[in-house]
């Protein structure tokens, strides 16, 4: 049984093949593994943290390229089910002149909403240390309960959880139902990372203070706000501080926030007391979360430049 386990969505990104174009004008895609918690599984176990992932993709060819992905990963995929009734849900992605992303999502419905409860593996994820989850199968039901109880599965066998809320706000019927179900699954985590980019949105507030008394007072242990290339913050309601980012030459920032969170947890998961470790030890896990999250940036896709360990201690020195 793997050590780690990621629940959430898998999915195919058709990214454009030219840049600097909006999706209507973009004349061609390349296929590309896609969904976060499926890329933090991938960074786990190429961080050698044994993982497996839980999910629903489409009995399709789509679907057997997603799940033969994840395989050559060595992440174990007992429970990535290939569901007969829906395809694998795609995104199409292209990125205009402004940096801003233009997705489309083919999810109406696609099979990784359509995991259900009764799928999810009670003695599968209790033998699990780790256990990780987004926010992006928390939008549509029956993966929403099934993503429920898989979490509280972990949580009452004392996992450590881990959670990113990685905003799709497209995905939802209304933005006050993203916040909703957002906020309802923060008590469950022990540690939660959050962008800049939706800090505002989920906090309601452009500065942290306010944001972070919140989330800490649901009894999250760890709080990290990643800030692209200046790095991050991180605070356990003792120790707190910013960590700077990396100066890199960036190819593709897709995925920076996956491996960043990989590495965090590769580290975090030697600890059982998140409250307890100190500025020095926060900030050598946040150096090395920024070092993946930096070397991320590097190279073309998500999957092929998740780090090895050999990789961040290279980079680092
Ligand atoms: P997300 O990818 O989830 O939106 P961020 O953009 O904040 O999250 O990136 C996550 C982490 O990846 C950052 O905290 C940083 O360590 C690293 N990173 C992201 N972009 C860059 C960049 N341009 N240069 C160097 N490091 C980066």
Known sequence: MPRALCIGELLIDFVSTTPDVTLADAPGFVKAPGGAPANVAV???KLGVDAGFIGK?????????????????????????????????????????????DITFY???????????????????????????????????PTREATLKAIQCAKSA????????????????????????????????DVVKISEEE??????DVELPRGIERI???????????????????????????????????????????????????????????????TDQLESIMRYANAAGALATQKVGVIPSLPTPQEIKQFLS
Not at 160 to 184: C, T, V
Not at 199 to 204: N, V
Not at 232 to 252: I, L, P
Request: negative net charge; contains cysteine; hydrophobic residues 40%.
């Open 199 to 204: 800090w505002e949105f989920i906090t309601g």
């Open 158 to 189: 004392g996992a450590f959880i881990s959670y990113d809320p990685n905003l799709r706000l497209m995905l939802w019927d209304n933005p006050d139902e993203a916040r909703h179900w957002i906020w309802e699954m923060m008590p469950f985590a």
């Open 216 to 278: 800490l007072g649901l009894d999250v242990k760890l709080l990290v706000v990643t800030l692209g290339e200046r790095g991050c913050y991180f605070t356990n309601g003792n120790a707190n501080g910013y960590v700077e980012g990396f100066t890199v030459e960036v190819v593709d920032t897709l995925g920076a926030g996956d491996a960043f969170v990989a590495a965090m947890l590769s580290r975090l998961i030697k600890h059982t007391d998140l409250t307890s470790l100190n």
């Open 107 to 141: 999810r109406h419905p696609g099979a990784d909403i359509q995991l259900s409860p009764d799928e999810i593996d009670a003695d599968y994820i209790q033998s699990a240390a780790l256990f990780h989850y987004g926010s992006v199968s928390l939008s549509h039901s």
């Open 43 to 45: 960074g786990l176990a």
């Open 57 to 101: 993709v489409g009995a399709d060819p789509f679907g057997d390229f997603l799940t033969e992905t994840l395989q050559q990963n060595s992440v174990d995929t007992a429970y990535l089910i290939a569901g007969e009734t829906s395809r694998t849900t795609l995104a199409f992605v292209a990125t205009r002149s402004d940096g801003m992303k």
